[in-house]
């Protein structure tokens, strides 16, 4: 391993890469169900609950590419060596993030994120590359550098998003044009390609193998023998006792969770006349900016000191509680008192910044003591986590789609409340787990 113990720049590149794939993922968040919804105008889909369904869609296809195309990266990473996929990920996303900004269709936004979903399966070889190479000291502290750069990318995407969208009246001067009025969504995509592109030629003039070729051992398998070991871990994990109760309870919580990536900024940008609070894509891009720094400082610096006062099953149990709290209460934010929506958005980054750390400890405390290969069930819990992540948008957008116009007990609330009904089934699973509390 020729790059083992080298230390600082291969980091550094990792970190960019990973943090630059969370940029990818959340810097369409707080504009993408404006672009959607006027996309489907022009494609001639003036029904509002078929219009806004698209924007689901258009969130779960980069997750379903990314469920595919994980496994399948990570084969070719062992027999190809790490560095060229993590560069074909950097390449992928310096070009299909600017062809998402210049989408004219419904069709073409959905091959342009579903082939940047494709790109971005790399994070899980950016993991495998610090396990290559970290003495076992480092691992620990160099994947908590990598978590750093998802709630970074996860802080700073949206705000990107927000603050450069729609420039020919947000920003003005050079950007007063019919260029950008016509492509109002292009800036923040195209500045995601520009930092992608800074990246893959640092990667590729700094980034080492971090396995020496000659150690590859080439193999006869399928590149699709990924994929179908992520399907064999999956349905293998499920018999397990106490581990398939953790994995299951992080599924329902992903999907609780993901449901409000189309719903919330479809909820925010209604019209105070209909319910909604009228915020346009820079204030929506505030909160989930807001949200991601909540979650930054938890998981950064709150959450290695609570965990040593409180019993891990009671803390995962509360994170919860005040997420899903947090998620159900957003519908009902008057929108003369806006601000309270920060109140609920705090219980979710809070909620999810407990429950996400103390669950992957239990999840490997459990997994240890009882014997079980603890890289398979990690790879389990991921292939569950990406299905939640595909079935929670496209869940949330159909209940919207069915119920936006609707009345008395169906209404745009409807969404919210299903979402808070998962994380209520998701705390009462969690509660077979206080009988044991060996782990604090």
Same mark, same amino acid.
Request: hydrophobic share 50%.
């Given at each position: 391993?020729?790059?083992q113990?080298? =230390?600082?720049?291969?980091?550094?590149?990792l970190?960019? $890469?990973?943090?630059?794939?969370?940029?990818?993922?959340?810097?369409?968040?707080?504009?993408?169900?404006?672009?959607?919804?006027?996309?489907?105008?022009?494609?001639?889909?003036?029904?509002?609950?078929?219009?806004?369904?698209?924007?689901?869609?258009?969130?779960?296809?980069?997750?379903?590419?990314?469920?595919i195309?994980?496994?399948?990266?990570?084969?070719?990473?062992?027999?190809?060596?790490?560095?060229?996929?993590?560069?074909?990920?950097?390449?992928?996303?310096?070009?299909?993030?600017?062809?998402?900004?210049?989408s004219?269709? *419904?069709?073409?936004?959905?091959?342009?994120?579903?082939?940047?979903?494709a790109?971005?399966?790399?994070?899980?070889?950016?993991?495998?590359?610090?396990?290559?190479?970290?003495?076992?000291?480092?691992?620990?502290?160099?994947?908590?550098?990598?978590?750093?750069?998802?709630?970074?990318?996860?802080?700073?995407?949206?705000?990107?998003?927000?603050?450069?969208?729609?420039?020919?009246?947000?920003?003005? =001067?050079?950007?007063?044009?019919?260029f950008?009025?016509?492509?109002?969504?292009?800036?923040?995509?195209?500045?995601s390609?520009? *930092?992608?592109?800074?990246?893959?030629?640092?990667?590729?003039?700094?980034?080492?193998?971090?396995?020496?070729?000659?150690?590859?051992?080439?193999k006869?398998?399928?590149?699709?023998?990924?994929?179908?070991?992520?399907?064999?871990?999956?349905?293998?994990?499920? /018999?397990?006792? $106490?581990?398939?109760?953790?994995?299951?309870?992080?599924?329902?919580?992903?999907?609780?969770?993901?449901?409000?990536?189309?719903?919330?900024?479809?909820?925010?940008?209604?019209?105070?006349?209909?319910? =909604? *609070?009228?915020?346009?894509?820079?204030?929506?891009?505030? $909160?989930f900016?807001?949200?991601?720094?909540?979650?930054?400082?938890?998981?950064?610096?709150?959450?290695?000191?609570?965990?040593?006062?409180?019993?891990?099953? /009671?803390?995962?149990?509360?994170?919860? $509680?005040?997420?899903?709290l947090?998620?159900?209460?957003?519908?009902?934010?008057?929108?003369?008192?806006s601000?309270?929506?920060?109140?609920?958005?705090?219980?979710?980054?809070?909620?999810?910044?407990?429950?996400?750390?103390?669950?992957?400890?239990?999840?490997?405390?459990e997994?240890?003591?009882?014997?079980?290969?603890? =890289?398979?069930?990690?790879?389990?819990?991921e292939?569950?986590?990406?299905?939640?992540?595909?079935?929670?948008?496209?869940?949330?957008?159909?209940?919207w789609? *069915?119920?936006?116009?609707?009345?008395?007990?169906?209404?745009?609330?409807?969404?919210?409340?299903?979402?808070?009904?998962?994380?209520?089934?998701?705390?009462?699973?969690?509660?077979?787990?206080?009988?044991?509390?060996?782990?604090?």
């Amino acid at each position: 391993m020729p790059t083992q113990g080298s =230390g600082r720049s291969p980091m550094l590149i990792l970190f960019l $890469v990973v943090f630059i794939d969370m940029i990818g993922f959340t810097i369409v968040i707080p504009f993408l169900t404006y672009f959607v919804q006027d996309l489907a105008t022009a494609d001639g889909i003036m029904d509002t609950g078929k219009r806004d369904l698209w924007v689901g869609v258009i969130i779960s296809v980069y997750s379903f590419a990314q469920f595919i195309f994980t496994p399948i990266l990570g084969s070719l990473s062992d027999r190809l060596g790490r560095r060229p996929i993590l560069l074909f990920g950097l390449v992928m996303n310096t070009i299909f993030f600017t062809v998402f900004g210049l989408s004219g269709s *419904l069709m073409m936004a959905i091959l342009a994120r579903f082939l940047a979903g494709a790109g971005n399966g790399n994070i899980a070889v950016a993991r495998a590359y610090i396990g290559d190479i970290s003495e076992p000291s480092k691992v620990a502290s160099r994947m908590g550098a990598i978590g750093a750069a998802f709630g970074l990318g996860f802080m700073i995407g949206p705000f990107i998003g927000g603050l450069l969208s729609n420039p020919a009246t947000g920003i003005g =001067g050079p950007f007063d044009n019919a260029f950008w009025i016509k492509y109002p969504y292009l800036l923040p995509c195209l500045l995601s390609s520009l *930092l992608s592109l800074i990246s893959l030629v640092i990667a590729i003039l700094k980034l080492p193998e971090s396995v020496g070729l000659k150690l590859i051992k080439p193999k006869h398998d399928g590149i699709f023998v990924g994929l179908f070991g992520v399907f064999k871990d999956i349905n293998k994990v499920i /018999k397990l006792p $106490v581990i398939s109760t953790l994995i299951i309870t992080n599924f329902l919580f992903i999907m609780g969770f993901s449901m409000i990536h189309g719903i919330f900024i479809l909820f925010t940008a209604m019209s105070p006349e209909d319910g =909604g *609070l009228g915020f346009d894509a820079m204030e929506n891009g505030w $909160v989930f900016a807001f949200i991601g720094l909540l979650g930054v400082i938890v998981q950064g610096g709150l959450i290695g000191k609570i965990t040593k006062i409180f019993d891990l099953r /009671k803390l995962m149990i509360f994170g919860t $509680v005040i997420c899903g709290l947090g998620i159900a209460s957003i519908p009902y934010v008057p929108s003369q008192m806006s601000w309270i929506i920060f109140i609920s958005s705090s219980l979710i980054a809070v909620g999810n910044g407990i429950f996400s750390p103390t669950q992957s400890s239990l999840l490997t405390f459990e997994s240890s003591d009882r014997g079980y290969e603890l =890289g398979m069930i990690m790879g389990a819990q991921e292939g569950y986590g990406a299905l939640a992540r595909i079935f929670g948008p496209l869940l949330a957008a159909y209940l919207w789609s *069915l119920t936006v116009e609707g009345s008395g007990l169906w209404t745009y609330h409807t969404s919210f409340r299903v979402a808070g009904f998962i994380f209520i089934i998701a705390a009462i699973l969690q509660f077979k787990l206080l009988k044991n509390s060996k782990y604090q």
